[in-house]
Every structure is written in structure tokens, then in C-alpha cells.
């Protein structure tokens, strides 16, 4: 398979003189194409900075990062918004979607941005929301739908401009157990219909038991990983729970 992303050797400080934090220390790791990787550990573990920076949202201390080759920490300011709009796509907690705009103006908003023919964006934005199950709803606004439907629109938003990299922070944390399961099952069936490689950040056992390859984090450093391979959902999950418990946490239950 074709790697990537690829971290080589991150840091981030913060602070100066003798009150500097570490929060990410030494971090290495690569991603395949195709791959849906979790990242877990403790608010404070680094997750949210280390997504930050391979987002361009935040700089790396001392590092590199390449995103299919090219190495993202050495792009200018200039180029940064326009590496975002053409490789990446995000899935929030909060969903991010513009109130004024229907459902299927915000799945659209990306190809509009990317200067996709017109006469392309509507066919596009119909194929991917009758996958996700949401083609009944392309006309509502977003403040006249669940928060279920809100984030497998913006879930369509994320995939609809096929970006090498998926980025996924916390996206079941606002949504109730049952809008949880579906949103992360429409994520793990984007993964493996539409290959697409997602990397996703979460505090919760029963999230990361979707992705193939969880990475533990703890105070800024690679504490394990461990790969879902044959196993069952449920076993992988047990899993989690195990280095989870090692690592001094615990999650909510299946």
C-alpha cells in the first residue's frame, strides 16, 4: 500500500526558559492509504495537538511531516489554506456547518470553493448524500435536522472533494449513543466503499473499536498500538479496554 502521511521525529514545545511543556515528544509514525487509524490517550496526552499540526492548524516544534511526499512543514502561509482546501478533509465535534446554507449547499460549499464545474457539484452532492443516507434532507437547513443527520452531513462535507487525508477530532462527542453508532459506522463504511484514509482522535473505547489501528498516547509520547486484524468489533474493543486499563483509563461500554 501507498504510505500517506508520514510523521518523522514531532515535537511541540510551549513555553520558554524553565517552564517549557512537552506536548508532543519524539512522535513517529506513518499512515497507508486506505488506512482508518485512531489516536487515544488522557486530555493532556498530546492527541489534539498532534492533529492540530498535521491539519497545518498548529507548527511543529522540531519534525517533519509529509502528506503524500510533501513535507507539510514547510509550506509558507500562502500555500497553507490551499493545502487544506486540496488534501484535507475535517470532521468536528460541532459539526461546522453554515446555518444560512441548506444541507446540500454546505456538502457543495468544498467544490464550490475548489472551482468544480457547476453542472458537476449537484450530481456529486446527490451521490454521496444518498450513501450516507441523508438524500431526503438535501434541501433542509441545518438547524431543521437532528444532530445525527447534521454530522453525516458534515461527514459528506468531509469526503465529497476526495481528499488524501480525513481528520476526525472527537466526532461522536456531541451526539447521543444511538447518532454515535451510525455516524461511526457511515465512517467506516466511507473507509472501506471510497478508501478513504481517515485518522481520528477520540477518548472512547467503543469510537476507536471502528478503526483498524488504534495509536495510544501518553504524556506526549507513542505509548503502544495495537491493530484490529481478524478480530471481531467487539474483541478489538475488549482490547482497547485492556491497554486503556494499563494505561491508568477507562472508557464507556459497548
Same mark, same amino acid.
Given at each position: 500500500m501507498?504510505e500517506?502521511?508520514?510523521?518523522?521525529?514531532?515535537?511541540?514545545?510551549?513555553?520558554?526558559?524553565?517552564?517549557?511543556v512537552?506536548?508532543?515528544d519524539?512522535?513517529?509514525?506513518?499512515?497507508?492509504?486506505?488506512?482508518?487509524?485512531?489516536?487515544?490517550?488522557?486530555?493532556?496526552?498530546?492527541?489534539?495537538?498532534?492533529?492540530?499540526c498535521?491539519?497545518?492548524?498548529?507548527?511543529?516544534?522540531?519534525?517533519?511531516?509529509?502528506?503524500?511526499?510533501?513535507?507539510?512543514?514547510?509550506?509558507?502561509?500562502?500555500?497553507?489554506?490551499?493545502?487544506?482546501?486540496?488534501?484535507?478533509?475535517?470532521?468536528?465535534?460541532?459539526?461546522?456547518l453554515?446555518?444560512a446554507?441548506t444541507?446540500?449547499e454546505?456538502?457543495?460549499?468544498?467544490?464550490?470553493?475548489?472551482?468544480?464545474?457547476?453542472?458537476?457539484?449537484?450530481?456529486?452532492?446527490?451521490?454521496?448524500?444518498?450513501?450516507?443516507?441523508?438524500?431526503?434532507?438535501?434541501? &433542509?437547513?441545518?438547524w431543521? %435536522?437532528?444532530? #445525527?443527520?447534521?454530522? !453525516?452531513? *458534515?461527514?459528506?462535507?468531509?469526503v465529497? /472533494?476526495?481528499?488524501k487525508?480525513?481528520?476526525?477530532?472527537?466526532?461522536?462527542?456531541?451526539?447521543?449513543?444511538?447518532?454515535?453508532?451510525?455516524?461511526?459506522?457511515?465512517?467506516?463504511?466511507?473507509?472501506?466503499?471510497?478508501?478513504?484514509?481517515?485518522?481520528?482522535?477520540?477518548?472512547?473505547?467503543?469510537?476507536?473499536?471502528?478503526?483498524?489501528r488504534?495509536?495510544?498516547?501518553?504524556?506526549? &509520547?507513542?505509548?503502544?498500538? %495495537?491493530?484490529? #486484524?481478524?478480530?471481531? !468489533?467487539? *474483541?478489538?474493543f475488549?482490547?482497547?479496554l /485492556?491497554?486503556l486499563?494499563?494505561?491508568?483509563?477507562?472508557?464507556?461500554?459497548?
Amino acid at each position: 500500500m501507498k504510505e500517506i502521511l508520514k510523521l518523522d521525529h514531532i515535537q511541540k514545545f510551549y513555553g520558554t526558559g524553565g517552564n517549557i511543556v512537552r506536548a508532543i515528544d519524539d512522535i513517529g509514525f506513518s499512515v497507508q492509504e486506505g488506512e482508518f487509524t485512531g489516536i487515544m490517550g488522557a486530555s493532556g496526552s498530546g492527541k489534539t495537538t498532534l492533529l492540530n499540526c498535521i491539519s497545518t492548524i498548529d507548527t511543529v516544534s522540531a519534525g517533519h511531516i509529509y502528506l503524500d511526499g510533501k513535507d507539510v512543514t514547510e509550506l509558507t502561509e500562502k500555500e497553507i489554506a490551499r493545502f487544506r482546501r486540496e488534501n484535507l478533509g475535517f470532521i468536528f465535534q460541532d459539526y461546522n456547518l453554515l446555518d444560512a446554507l441548506t444541507v446540500s449547499e454546505n456538502i457543495g460549499l468544498a467544490l464550490s470553493i475548489n472551482n468544480v464545474d457547476p453542472k458537476e457539484i449537484g450530481p456529486r452532492v446527490e451521490q454521496i448524500a444518498r450513501q450516507l443516507n441523508i438524500a431526503d434532507i438535501l434541501e &433542509k437547513y441545518p438547524w431543521q %435536522i437532528s444532530g #445525527g443527520q447534521k454530522q !453525516r452531513c *458534515a461527514c459528506a462535507r468531509a469526503v465529497i /472533494n476526495r481528499p488524501k487525508l480525513i481528520l476526525a477530532d472527537e466526532p461522536t462527542g456531541a451526539l447521543d449513543s444511538h447518532s454515535a453508532r451510525m455516524l461511526l459506522a457511515t465512517m467506516q463504511e466511507i473507509n472501506q466503499k471510497n478508501k478513504a484514509t481517515i485518522l481520528m482522535v477520540t477518548h472512547d473505547a467503543l469510537s476507536a473499536s471502528y478503526a483498524a489501528r488504534i495509536l495510544f498516547l501518553r504524556d506526549g &509520547k507513542i505509548f503502544t498500538e %495495537i491493530r484490529r #486484524g481478524t478480530d471481531s !468489533r467487539r *474483541a478489538f474493543f475488549e482490547k482497547i479496554l /485492556n491497554v486503556l486499563t494499563m494505561m491508568g483509563g477507562g472508557s464507556d461500554e459497548i
